[in-house]
C-alpha cells in the first residue's frame, strides 16, 4: 500500500513539474506499471535499452529474456518459476568479455573475450551482445 502511495506521488509530482524521474529498482512490477524507458544492466554495464513495451515484448538480450522469464506470470503453471543458472560477478573480478557470457545459455565463442558493442536492433531499442544484429549505436 506505501509502495503505490509513493508511486502515485512521484506519478503526480512529475506530471506537475514536468520532471523526468530515474527509478533504480528490481522490481519488474514497478518498472512495466511506471516507467517509459527501460534500462537494464547486468554487472554495472547496459544489457539492453529501450522502451518499457519494447523491452517487455521484444527482449534480445539473453539476460534481459531470463529476467522477463523469472517474473511470476499468470500464463504459466504454479510452480514453474525460472531462473538464471550460476551466480552474477564479483564487481571486483569481472570477465574480460561480456560479463553475461559465464551464465549465458547461448554464448559464442568471442562472448568469453570481447565485449559486446551496444547496437541499435530497432528503432531506440539497443542490445549488447554478439547474437543481436544491428548497427552500431551513437548517443548525443
Known sequence: ????????LLRKIQKELGLAIVLVTHDLGVVAEVCDSVVVM?????????????IYNY???PYTKRLLASFPDVNRPAGTLVSIPGTPPRLTD?????????????????????????????????????LCRGKEAHFT
Open 1 to 8: 500500500m506505501i509502495q503505490a502511495q509513493v508511486l502515485e
Open 42 to 54: 547486468y554487472g554495472g554495464k547496459v544489457a539492453e535499452y529501450g522502451s518499457a513495451d519494447r
Open 59 to 61: 527482449a534480445e538480450h
Open 94 to 130: 569481472l570477465p574480460p568479455g561480456c560479463r553475461f557470457e559465464p551464465r549465458c545459455e547461448v554464448r559464442l565463442d568471442k562472448c568469453a573475450n570481447i565485449d559486446p558493442p551496444l547496437l541499435e536492433a530497432a528503432d531506440a531499442h539497443y542490445v549488447a551482445c554478439h
